[in-house]
């Protein structure tokens, strides 16, 4: 069974700073995905990025980055010099190609809220 | 192109009522997954529906609650004589026709409200 884990369950930090969220997933599947979904205050899900399981090269987004890590199944999450605009809840989720035995769904980690004060 | 569509966005229900949700995907998909997210926890995965088909159903209660997408409209979450646990956000997700696609576009969900 698939299952995502994301330890840190609120993170509070000062504008400016650099935060850095965490996400271990445990798969038995050879060929998979990982996505970070942000939940801001409204509701709904915003796309951050997908990366695939053959795909280890960190990326960098503006202030967003990411360090996929095969070796220790982690995929963490570093936003650097946040902003108050940042705060809302970030996800971590996992699928199995569509296709294979899960058809694609996503298992979601439980979030981690962000809190950035100005 | 628009995206994922949901209605209602909020929905109250009192308890005993039925719940329907409306998902209707991307123009062009055909495959529909539903989710459920509980208050403070992370979303669940419910049900995976291709068009006339349920595929997979393995997150979804076996009591009170089904699913359905037709040939034609939306696809349709239907809770009956929900409860107070019903309360949550119902979030759809629609991905294109191929079978290697990966990609999952997400509606602004459904809040539901049981008093």
């Known amino acids: 069974a698939q299952k995502v884990t994301q330890a840190q369950t609120e993170i509070s930090v000062v504008e400016k700073e650099d935060v850095t969220l965490d996400c271990v997933y445990e798969?038995?599947?050879?060929?998979?995905?990982l996505f970070w979904y942000k939940q801001p205050p409204s509701g709904e899900l915003v796309f951050l990025i997908r990366?695939?399981?053959?795909?280890?090269q960190n990326e960098i987004s503006g202030r967003y980055s990411w360090n996929f890590q095969k070796s220790t199944s982690s995929f963490n999450f570093t936003i650097t010099a946040s902003q108050v605009v940042d705060s809302a809840v970030y996800f971590c989720?996992?699928?199995?190609?569509?296709?294979?035995?899960?058809?694609?769904?996503?298992?979601f980690g439980q979030g981690t809220i962000l809190t950035v004060h100005p | 192109n628009a995206g994922v569509m949901q209605n209602p966005r909020h929905l109250v229900r009192r308890r005993g009522q039925e719940a329907r949700l409306r998902c209707s995907p991307m123009?062009?998909?055909?495959?529909v997954y539903w989710y459920r997210q509980l208050p403070e926890e992370g979303l669940k995965f419910m049900v995976y529906?291709?068009?006339?088909?349920?595929?997979?159903e393995s997150g979804m209660p076996k009591e009170r609650f089904s699913a359905e997408f037709p040939k034609e409209g939306p696809s349709i979450l239907r809770i009956q004589q929900v409860v107070r646990g019903d309360s949550a956000a119902y979030f759809c997700?629609?991905?294109?026709?191929?079978?290697?696609?990966?990609?999952?576009?997400f509606g602004p969900g459904t809040r539901l409200t049981v008093t």
């Open positions: 997700a629609s991905s294109p026709l191929a079978v290697s696609s990966y990609e999952q576009y």
């Open positions: 798969t038995r599947d050879t060929t998979y995905y």
């Open positions: 990366r695939n399981s053959f795909d280890e």
């Open positions: 989720a996992l699928s199995d190609r569509a296709g294979g035995t899960s058809y694609g769904k996503l298992t």
């Open positions: 123009k062009g998909h055909s495959h």
């Open positions: 529906l291709q068009k006339e088909n349920i595929i997979d």
